[in-house]
């Protein structure tokens, strides 16, 4: 995908955070005329993220959950989130991880 602003990330550019005014729109769905019946989704992840269409994949599927988080879809998430990251990138994830009342565990892989 594209990001914000129009612009291809190139290879090994960090891809920008889209703002949320920014985000593909998905229109606003009517009220439901009746309750609501809620269904659990499950997924597990274990790739690799070097290739560009398998990343761009990934980022697609958490992007869209993230939009319906973002749009209030979601009224729940039960979440285990282990990534490969370079060391210097942990701080900026751990503060985000403490804004959402979550706490980080770093472990050592190379």
Not at 17 to 42: H, I, L, N
Not at 64 to 74: G, K, S, W
Request: aromatic share 2%.
């Amino acid at each position: 995908p594209a990001p914000a602003g129009g612009g291809a990330a190139g290879p090994g550019e960090p891809r920008p955070t889209p703002r949320r005014d920014e985000c593909m729109a998905r229109p606003t769905p009517e009220p439901p005329a009746g309750p609501v019946k809620e269904v659990q989704v499950s997924f597990s992840l274990n790739t690799g993220l070097r290739e560009d269409a398998r990343r761009d994949a990934v980022w697609n599927l958490l992007y869209d959950l993230a939009e319906r988080i973002d749009e209030q879809d979601a009224s729940h998430i039960q979440a285990v989130v282990k990534v490969v990251l370079p060391e210097e990138a942990v701080e900026a994830l751990r503060k985000l991880a403490a804004e959402a009342g979550v706490t980080v565990s770093v472990t050592s892989i190379s």
